[in-house]
């Protein structure tokens, strides 16, 4: 079967940096996104890896490992509004997306 | 309009009634999809529809039709709702081509309770 594993919820200091762990399993690999989803709004793309190694995009990176079936979102100089939900996702085979259950963290002053 | 719309924002709907969420886009994405979003679990397709005329089922189908008339439109509809559809739904959007990351865009969503 197909499996996204990512931690339930995470805590962090503003101005702090954190790592989100995202493992897979799927059924063919076409790419691996992060999404932010801020509580009782829409999910917003964040970013994509489809070969290995890191991409940054200002205070956010996003590493990819395909042997290893793992990526990681890094979020440096934490800020308040960061405080989200973080959705894992990759686009299978058949190019839809398998979702993980997400990560919420919790940015303390 | 201003990328993926939805209606209405919310609902409260009884059990055995019929219902139609509505989603509209303005950009011209070739593919379009249903999801619901549930307390811990991840968003779950419902269908997709990866160009207009065409459709198919995601991973929780059952109870929900989708229709694909026109580009910009991409209705779901609950023929007899049940309590278990009680969830938050997302309609998204995508171009599908190669040379970009196929990002999905969301609309904000629709809160729909069954009773």
């Known amino acids: 079967g197909q499996n996204i594993d990512q931690p339930t919820e995470m805590t962090a200091t503003e101005g702090a940096i954190v790592q989100i762990n995202c493992t897979y399993q799927?059924?063919?690999?076409?790419?691996l996104f992060w999404y932010q989803q801020h509580a009782g709004e829409a999910p917003t793309f964040l970013s994509y890896?489809?070969l290995d190694g890191l991409e940054e995009k200002g205070r956010f990176s996003s590493f990819l490992s395909r042997s290893k079936g793992y990526s990681y979102l890094l979020l440096k100089e934490l800020q308040m509004k960061d405080s989200a939900s973080y959705l894992c996702?990759?686009?299978?085979?058949?190019?839809?997306?398998?979702w993980g259950a997400g990560t919420k963290l919790i940015i303390k002053p | 309009i201003a990328g993926i719309t939805q209606a209405p924002t919310s609902q409260i709907l009884a059990a055995g009634r019929r219902m139609t969420l509505r989603c509209t886009q303005d950009?011209?994405?070739?593919?379009m999809y249903w999801y619901r979003q549930d307390l811990g679990l991840g968003l779950r397709l419902i269908h997709y529809?990866?160009?207009?005329?065409?459709?198919g089922k995601g991973e929780v189908p059952d109870g929900y039709s989708v229709s694909r008339a026109n580009t910009d439109d991409f209705p779901l509809t609950l023929a007899s709702a049940v309590p278990s559809q009680t969830s938050v739904y997302f309609c998204?959007?995508?171009?599908?081509?190669?040379?970009?990351?196929?990002?999905?865009?969301f609309g904000p969503g629709t809160r729909l309770t069954v009773l």
């Open positions: 998204a959007s995508s171009s599908m081509g190669s040379g970009s990351p196929n990002e999905q865009f």
């Open positions: 950009m011209r994405h070739n593919a």
């Open positions: 529809s990866n160009t207009a005329g065409t459709t």
């Open positions: 799927t059924s063919g690999f076409n790419g």
């Open positions: 890896n489809v």
């Open positions: 996702a990759v686009m299978d085979s058949n190019y839809q997306l398998i």
